[in-house]
């Protein structure tokens, strides 16, 4: 029997209360204050699902919102000094500041907390008048017979593991709207499917990925540096994996610091947590830590393909915006302020396209005629660079930046998605990790446990194989299933307690939403969807 639902109709709909779904609903508002704008989090609140480094680039935020410091926007800690280091496994090697490529310059920008400064924001959308439903997650687009998106379905809460409805199910909403925007962070599920059903990718180069890690601490004041930014570059990766750290000296005597992987990566039996809780037992990181206590970890895809790997942002019925569709500006390692640009242009977008009937195909024009555009497309050749290896790249980052300022007469290509890098384990040097010591480095369990990670128990499992029998019967022999070494919260296992009959294990309840496995499983055999109502991490101050 097919289920009745409500239905609610709004002009806007936006997926996601991340900078560039925010950005758009206030940009609205803004022009036309009689827009009808709801915003759907599948967080439990706004900044619940928000992780990022974060050094951030004001420009986005004064254009939106001019008068944000008088608005007491959580944009405190100005930048004060930088540090590159080049780290060999015990001893490191200072990069001359002067010798960075401006756009690896911090000197105007802030250390910031996101998730915070999205829920700064979410109060002036809501001031406005914007309507944002944390704990719903749009679980289905709505087609009309044509393919046009008439809105987005939320999920349907109350269901068992089995699939059965329970006594508490209630059957998710209709949102039905003009236009749809898609503004979910890197690799929305939502956003993945109109990039494949529209063929929104057609004639762009593979998206490509990261994975990055966060953890937050509490260090001596001694020790301390408030507004120094800190990357390095080299150990504990080899010269052919793409890679490097964060360390910024945030307020409260707080380090923010992290490691990001490229997820092409070739090694199978490589971990990228245990390389980030590796990293950070060299001398040089481990004098910042010793004394300090961990308060806080995290983990999160980021989306680095760039400029070349941009999908068409429009389709019938709807926008795909921010890292969603992949705005981040990787040599800056920075995609708040994009993100908050690209929603701003399709908010302009959208109201022409309501009030004036102006196709939805403006935005691509828009965003040509913007410094997005311009900044994505300086930055274009950094990332595809790093095929070289790590020595080759940065001299050649260096010539396209410094001297040609981004504007060298070609464009450089990925050629493969992230998913087919990996090769046989009998071609793969296995990695002894050492063992965790509680103190600076620390196991899954106790890191996922930071995260505040709660998922209903009994519901359907929202990792979704196409295959369930792929990872016994193939990745494990091929590739010594590496989703047991990728996966940042040990969702992942093998269960070898009757050797002749080993298990695939999946622990759901672990997830945090960083979407790795939808990106970096071999044979893409597992698909990430929304779990139920506000299942996930929940992150404080990330």
């Known amino acids: 029997m097919e289920i009745q639902r409500e239905s609610m109709e709004y002009d806007v709909v936006i997926v996601g209360a991340g900078p560039a779904g925010l950005s758009t609903s206030i940009k609205l508002k803004q022009i036309n204050p009689k827009l009808n704008i709801c915003i759907l989090e599948k967080g439990s609140e706004v900044g619940a699902h928000i992780l990022s480094g974060n050094v951030f680039e004001t420009r986005a935020l004064d254009e939106l919102i001019p008068d944000w410091r008088e608005k007491n926007a959580p944009v405190k800690t100005k930048v004060k000094k930088?540090?590159?280091l080049f780290l060999g496994k015990n001893k490191s090697l200072s990069w001359p500041t002067w010798l960075l490529p401006s756009v690896q310059k911090n000197h105007k920008n802030y250390i910031i907390s996101l998730a915070n400064l999205c829920r700064w924001l979410a109060t002036q959308a809501e001031n406005l008048g914007v309507e944002i439903f944390p704990g719903f997650a749009a679980s289905k687009i709505i087609y009309d017979?044509?393919?046009?998106?008439?809105?987005?379905?939320?999920?349907?809460?109350?269901?068992?593991?089995?699939?059965?409805?329970?006594?508490?199910?209630?059957?998710?909403?209709?949102?039905?709207?003009?236009?749809?925007?898609f503004s979910e962070g890197c690799r929305g599920h939502l956003g993945k499917e109109v990039i494949r059903k529209y063929k929104l990718d057609a004639d762009k180069s593979p998206q490509q990925y990261g994975i990055g890690f966060k953890e937050i601490w509490e260090i001596p004041e001694k020790e301390h540096d408030e507004g120094l930014v800190m990357h390095t570059a080299g150990w504990p990766l080899d010269n052919s994996t793409y890679g490097g750290s964060f360390c910024y000296h945030a307020e409260k005597n707080q380090v923010f610091i992290g490691y990001v992987i490229g997820l092409d990566y070739q090694n199978p039996y490589l971990s990228p947590y245990d390389e980030f809780q590796r990293f950070?037992?060299?001398?040089?990181?481990?004098?910042?830590?010793?004394?300090?206590?961990?308060?806080?970890?995290?983990?999160?895809?980021?989306?680095?393909?760039?400029?070349?790997?941009?999908?068409?942002?429009h389709m019938p019925g709807a926008l795909i915006i921010g890292c969603d569709a992949g705005t981040l500006n990787m040599p800056k390692i920075k995609g708040s302020h994009t993100a908050m640009k690209s929603g701003m242009i399709a908010a302009e977008t959208i109201n022409e396209h309501i009030t004036e009937n102006k196709p939805l195909s403006e935005y691509e024009d828009k965003f040509k005629k913007s410094w997005i555009h311009?900044?994505?497309?300086?930055?274009?050749?950094?990332?595809?660079?790093?095929?070289?290896?790590?020595?080759?790249?940065?001299?050649?980052?260096?010539?396209?930046?410094?001297?040609?300022?981004?504007?060298?007469?070609?464009?450089?290509?990925?050629?493969?998605?992230?998913?087919?890098?990996?090769?046989?384990?009998?071609?793969?040097?296995?990695?002894?990790?050492?063992?965790?010591?509680?103190?600076?480095?620390?196991?899954?369990?106790?890191?996922?446990?930071?995260?505040?990670?709660?998922?209903?128990?009994?519901?359907?499992?929202?990792?979704?194989?196409?295959?369930?029998?792929?990872p016994i019967k193939y990745t494990l022999s091929e590739f010594d299933e590496p989703a047991q070494r990728y996966c940042p919260?040990?969702?992942?296992?093998?269960?070898?307690?009757?050797q002749n009959d080993p298990k695939f294990i999946i622990n759901a309840q672990n997830c945090i939403h960083c979407k790795t496995c939808d990106i970096k499983e071999p044979s893409q055999n597992i698909t990430w969807v929304t779990p139920e109502g506000a299942g996930g991490p929940n992150y404080a101050n990330m």
């Open 82 to 84: 930088e540090k590159f």
């Open 374 to 470: 311009k900044e994505l497309y300086q930055a274009r050749n950094v990332k595809p660079s790093f095929q070289w290896s790590l020595i080759p790249a940065i001299i050649f980052t260096g010539i396209d930046q410094i001297i040609f300022r981004g504007y060298l007469p070609f464009t450089l290509k990925h050629f493969h998605a992230d998913h087919e890098s990996l090769i046989p384990v009998h071609k793969a040097k296995k990695i002894d990790y050492p063992k965790y010591d509680g103190k600076l480095t620390f196991d899954k369990t106790s890191s996922v446990y930071l995260t505040g990670t709660n998922h209903e128990a009994d519901q359907p499992i929202h990792l979704k194989l196409k295959d369930p029998d792929l």
């Open 280 to 313: 950070k037992t060299h001398p040089a990181i481990a004098k910042i830590l010793k004394d300090g206590q961990r308060i806080s970890y995290g983990a999160r895809a980021l989306i680095e393909g760039g400029y070349q790997s941009l999908p068409t942002m």
């Open 145 to 181: 017979d044509e393919n046009n998106i008439l809105g987005v379905q939320t999920g349907d809460m109350g269901i068992n593991q089995n699939g059965d409805n329970k006594e508490s199910f209630e059957p998710g909403l209709n949102i039905l709207a003009k236009v749809s925007v």
């Open 489 to 498: 919260a040990g969702v992942y296992e093998i269960d070898r307690s009757n």
